[in-house]
């Protein structure tokens, strides 16, 4: 059985680790690579297809028109998921932020535990390798707080970009599109908590990483960042409020069909 990594790409030509990606593919043979182009401007698609036409396991798969980062990782995971019948499959980002060595512990994680999702964590151990910067400690900080509320699971970072799935649970949470081009983890920790219940924990592992790096030409800037409080506001009117005002509608509607009946009588 295979197990496979997506890895969304946008205007990633400086930062393409080719060579490690290469060494990671010799050494773990039952892994294959999807790269997914979410409409470069620079050359980014050119050198993954030049990339793919020297290694076996990797996939190229191209969105001509930029997506965000949500719907990259949705069209990959869905392209490898129909076309193999996998161990596992998550996604990790372009440039190694997460390493190999977290990413494929995270895959131990869930295939010896049989679990149905596992992801990182650069909160769970203080003594773990995490650089990061003022502007964006101080901004994880505040959107962490608010998605603590909205999600409802004891999770301490939803955020971080190594995550692994049961192929199962990842057709179910990548069926359908995400509000948010950034914060899609938070949705998907909802779809799970949808599914599951109050059992959602019992399913899921939260798995500190051993080194995390901020990688130069990250492309979520202080613009998006400010956006995300309206972002996350809007995830949890959409699944938290909404849901319960379309399930008392319908309550709301009988109660008064049955007081007009008793005082027609």
């Not at 290469?22 to 050119?46: A, E």
């Not at 909404?242 to 309550?251: A, G, Q, R």
Request: charged fraction near 25%.
């Amino acid at each position: 059985m295979k197990n496979a990594i997506i890895v969304p790409c946008y205007n990633e030509a400086n930062r393409l680790k080719f060579d490690e990606f290469s060494t990671f593919l010799k050494t773990n043979p039952h892994f294959l690579i999807c790269f997914v182009n979410d409409g470069s401007k620079d050359n980014t698609l050119q050198q993954l297809q030049t990339f793919e036409a020297h290694q076996d396991r990797v996939f190229v798969y191209d969105m001509p028109q930029n997506g965000g980062k949500a719907e990259a990782v949705r069209n990959g995971t869905n392209f490898i998921n129909s076309k193999y019948n996998l161990e596992s499959i998550g996604f990790m980002d372009a440039d190694l932020a997460t390493g190999f060595d977290d990413y494929t512990m995270l895959v131990d994680e869930l295939i010896d535990n049989d679990l149905k999702m596992v992801f990182g964590s650069r909160k769970m151990e203080s003594d773990a390798n995490v650089e990061r910067s003022a502007f964006r400690k101080l901004a994880s900080w505040g959107v962490g707080l608010m998605i603590k509320l909205i999600i409802g699971l004891p999770i301490k970072d939803t955020q971080c970009g190594a995550k692994v799935f049961n192929p199962g649970i990842a057709r179910y949470i990548f069926n359908k599109s995400f509000m948010s081009r950034w914060l899609f983890d938070v949705e998907m920790f909802i779809r799970i908590r949808s599914l599951y219940k109050g059992q959602s924990m019992d399913f899921i592992k939260e798995v500190a990483v051993t080194e995390w790096e901020e990688v130069e030409g990250s492309h979520i800037t202080w613009q998006d960042s400010i956006k995300f409080p309206k972002e996350l506001l809007e995830i949890a009117f959409t699944y938290n409020v909404k849901p319960k005002f379309n399930i008392m509608i319908p309550v709301l509607k009988t109660s008064r069909n049955i007081g007009s009946a008793q005082k027609a009588a």
